[in-house]
């Protein structure tokens, strides 16, 4: 059984961005969700994925690429959002942040409690948790996620689906 921190569903967006010229193997959706899927379930249904050419030759093939993705669980999201840019992960060329701009205010809780990393590490930093390398799977010893107790509302189960 998992235990999630209770959570508002738009919390577990991100926002992805890249370049084609450094990462053409993400030319498609397909292949953007075949990186992510490792870090945990994705609604599949909430993906908005755009590819865009450069404004000054419309003509052109597409330059960069940009997603929202919606994770199912916010740990994995969190976990995703500190996998951005390290190579070790597969994230190379790769940036991602939180889709709102801001980490959610379920993190921020979990942060100011000092149950989630440490208050002056980075956000790139606490997402990688004691894992060098490979993505978050949920919670467990090496999630970078507390195991929560009675001060942290709890749901159980993976029941739960986010709405886009």
């Not at 508002?8 to 084609?20: E, G, H, S, T």
Request: proline share 9%.
């Amino acid at each position: 059984m998992s235990y999630l921190a209770s959570f508002d569903p738009q919390d577990a967006p991100v926002r992805i961005k890249y370049n084609l010229t450094k990462r053409p193997d993400l030319s498609s959706q397909g292949a953007l969700l075949a990186l992510l899927r490792p870090f945990g379930p994705i609604d599949e249904s909430c993906i908005i994925f755009t590819l865009k050419t450069p404004k000054d030759k419309p003509n052109a093939p597409p330059k960069f690429a940009a997603a929202i993705v919606v994770f199912k669980r916010l740990e994995d999201a969190f976990g995703v959002v500190g996998a951005s840019g390290q190579e070790s992960r597969g994230m190379k060329n790769v940036d991602i942040s939180w889709a709102k701009g801001e980490e959610p205010e379920s993190i921020k809780v979990l942060r100011e409690r000092g149950l989630l990393g440490a208050g002056n590490r980075s956000q790139k930093d606490a997402g990688s948790g004691s894992q060098s390398s490979g993505p978050a799977t949920g919670l467990h010893s090496a999630s970078p996620f507390p195991p929560l107790d009675g001060s942290v509302r709890t749901t159980s189960g993976d029941d739960e689906e986010p709405s886009c």
